[in-house]
């Protein structure tokens, strides 16, 4: 067995990466891609590496040489690399093809070992390999029978993604037997090249013998190995992700992307918090039945959006103002309290920290919560903040991370003592539609009665976590202070949301006996759930009103359970360094109920403790 490396293309798409290198001298976290391949080749005991080059050829042939790789290396030049593609690269080989067995890889592909094993330990002689089509993939795709045939074979500019779901992808490594390259491949690969120029690929004529009577090319599916082909920057900042050093600068590289995890199609998000039974299929439905009306038009302006919000929540227009999910408007509040001069704000801790990141570190006074559980009340904030001189109170109810919920009668009474000390109030309750109470009425604060309570309550939600839309970015501030509404409406664009966000804004009453039929299913789930984290020897799970359970790590340390979680493709918050007690704590998100029992399994089968 042989290997073979294309490795003649220019790599334009990434830029200034490649100016004085080849595209697979390009670097993933400190280690260039042809020197990663030819590590995992060099381990499998061929024969000997081809290594077509082309475009700055004698860099990479130099560079080659300083890796002191085993296996021996023999170099063919295509000198016409950037008026040809990868056919006339493959034809320069067809002798190497005939003469011997050969795995066959493109030079762009970042992957760990297990992956080329696949392709090894298969006792089939000529192998295509392919992986699940997912959203991220770009490129020629196919369809396969039940016997690993390959049924079809669609370039990628032929692809139809309402199929996707049947569709595989081609990886762009392959095994050849040296007969099937004798006998049938080369013999395609000249007739096809003659017949169509030197400016083709040599998929093509995989698809013309995929497709014979003869089934001589079989493919062969990944069962979960990682790897990545790399066209652009944006690729290689997800490659760098996935193929960290280690296992704890894995799991900082992709928390720090703070979300975007549909490019990591097999990843099993507990650490965003979103509502797992909303929207409706019905819902959805509607909105991908409008879906050309409203990426090509634009959206309506601010007055239009805050009717829109103010009629889906009850609130009256001069209230209510929408936001580009709530980070949006919580940044322009605190921005414009900053403004006012030199007033000291009350936040309590552990909580969400973009209020108090907003704001001027020194002016802070915090109640942090000192019980085992983070429970704490109206009645204990009254006390605490009764001799402090805060202009301004801010709470998340319930709180994020502890899941703490101050019920409404008892919020009503923290409104009136701080009118009483003219203490600005700021309460955020996007997670209390998930409190166990009868009716949202008997727990929400969008109410214009309890606003014209007070005029300077802020009462602030993401609609983005309560209503499982995070990527249409919806959030409201509603407030008896026209004034300050007034203004927030006037610092944020007037095109502050897409049509996406407009549109669900207008349908959302439609659709309203079902976001409560979805909430009495994560109550019921997240009972459930937290009974069985409880089972767990080495947790204690937290009561929360939210959708999500804070859990302390009787013994082990959070960060290595993370880690050990990501590896199996779970995303879990790590919340240790946030409280800072001693102790050791996560947090972690309800999903459905097939998701959680993964966690759950996951979590029996640590080894960690």
Same mark, same amino acid.
């Given at each position: 067995m042989q290997g073979l490396i294309l490795a003649a293309g220019m790599g334009k798409r990434l830029k200034e990466l490649t100016n004085n290198n080849t595209k697979c001298?390009?670097? &993933?976290?400190? &280690?260039?891609?042809?020197?990663?391949?030819?590590?995992?080749?060099?381990?499998?005991?061929?024969?000997?590496?081809?290594?077509?080059?082309?475009?700055?050829?004698?860099?990479?042939?130099?560079?080659?040489?300083?890796?002191?790789?085993?296996?021996?290396?023999?170099?063919?030049?295509?000198?016409?690399?950037n008026k040809t593609n990868n056919i006339y690269s493959l034809a320069l080989a067809k002798e190497y093809l005939c003469n011997e067995d050969t795995l066959l890889l493109e030079s762009d592909l970042v992957f760990e070992e297990s992956v080329i094993d696949a392709l090894l330990d298969d006792k089939r002689?000529?192998?295509?390999? &392919?992986?699940?089509?997912?959203?991220?993939? $770009?490129?020629?795709?196919?369809?396969? $029978?039940?016997?690993?045939?390959?049924?079809?074979?669609?370039?990628?500019?032929?692809?139809?993604?309402?199929?996707?779901?049947?569709?595989?992808?081609?990886?762009?490594?392959?095994?050849?037997?040296?007969?099937?390259?004798?006998?049938?491949?080369?013999?395609?690969?000249?007739?096809?090249?003659?017949?169509?120029?030197?400016?083709?690929?040599?998929?093509?004529?995989?698809?013309?013998?995929?497709?014979?009577?003869?089934?001589?090319?079989?493919?062969?599916?990944?069962?979960?190995?990682?790897?990545?082909?790399?066209?652009?920057?944006?690729?290689?900042?997800?490659?760098?992700?996935?193929?960290?050093?280690?296992?704890?600068e894995h799991y900082r590289k992709i928390t720090s992307r703070y979300g975007g995890y549909w490019r990591y199609p097999k990843l099993l998000d507990f650490c965003y918090l979103v509502n797992p039974y909303y929207p409706p299929e019905k819902m959805k439905e509607e909105i991908k039945s409008n879906f050309e009306t409203l990426l090509t038009e634009y959206p309506s302006g601010m007055q239009v959006n805050s009717l829109l919000a103010a009629g889906a929540f009850g609130i009256e227009q001069k209230h209510i103002i929408v936001g580009n999910g709530a980070a949006e408007l919580i940044k322009s509040l605190m921005d414009k309290i900053q403004l006012e001069g030199d007033e000291k704000i009350g936040c309590i801790y552990p909580t969400f920290e973009e209020y108090p990141n907003r704001y001027d570190k020194a002016k802070i006074v915090p109640y942090i919560v000192q019980t085992e559980d983070f429970r704490y009340t109206a009645s204990d904030l009254m006390d605490f903040y009764a001799d402090k001189e805060i202009r301004t109170l801010v709470l998340i109810n319930p709180d994020n991370p502890s899941g703490n919920y101050i019920p409404y009668d008892h919020l009503l009474k923290l409104i009136d003592w701080c009118k009483e000390r003219n203490i600005r109030l700021i309460i955020d309750e996007s997670f209390v539609d998930f409190a166990d109470e009868k009716s949202l009425d008997d727990i929400t604060l969008l109410n214009e009665d309890v606003l014209k309570r007070y005029q300077e309550l802020y009462v602030i939600k993401s609609i983005s976590k309560s209503y499982g839309v995070p990527g249409a970015r919806l959030g409201i501030l509603a407030s008896g202070n026209e004034e300050m509404i007034s203004y927030l409406k006037k610092d944020v664009s007037i095109w502050n949301i897409n049509s996406f966000g407009e549109?669900?804004?207008?349908?959302?009453?439609?659709?309203?006996?079902?976001?409560?039929?979805?909430l009495q299913k994560i109550k019921t789930e997240r009972k459930r759930f937290a009974e069985e984290l409880e089972k767990n020897l080495f947790l204690t799970v937290y009561p929360s009103q939210a959708n999500y359970l804070m859990c302390r790590l009787k013994k082990g340390n959070s960060h290595d359970l993370c880690c050990a979680l990501l590896k199996k493709n779970i995303l879990v918050k790590d919340l240790t360094e946030k409280i800072k007690n001693g102790n050791q704590y996560i947090r972690i998100a309800v999903r459905n109920r097939e998701d959680n029992d993964i966690l759950v399994r996951a979590l029996q089968e640590y080894e960690g403790v």
């Open positions: 001298m390009v670097k &993933v976290n400190g &280690v260039t891609m042809i020197e990663r391949t030819l590590r995992i080749l060099d381990k499998k005991h061929l024969s000997k590496i081809i290594i077509v080059v082309g475009y700055k050829g004698d860099n990479l042939i130099q560079y080659i040489k300083t890796l002191n790789i085993a296996t021996p290396i023999c170099y063919i030049n295509n000198p016409i690399y002689e000529t192998l295509a390999l &392919v992986d699940k089509f997912e959203s991220w993939m $770009d490129g020629t795709c196919m369809k396969l $029978d039940e016997n690993d045939c390959i049924a079809d074979f669609i370039p990628g500019k032929y692809l139809k993604f309402s199929e996707k779901e049947n569709y595989y992808k081609t990886v762009n490594i392959y095994k050849f037997s040296a007969g099937f390259s004798k006998n049938t491949y080369v013999p395609f690969l000249s007739a096809y090249e003659k017949a169509m120029g030197e400016n083709e690929y040599y998929e093509s004529v995989i698809k013309l013998i995929a497709l014979l009577e003869t089934k001589e090319i079989r493919a062969k599916r990944l069962n979960g190995q990682i790897w990545y082909e790399i066209d652009n920057i944006q690729d290689l900042n997800i490659a760098e992700s996935l193929f960290a050093e280690n296992e704890s549109f669900f804004l207008q349908i959302k009453e439609k659709y309203d006996k079902d976001y409560v039929k979805a």
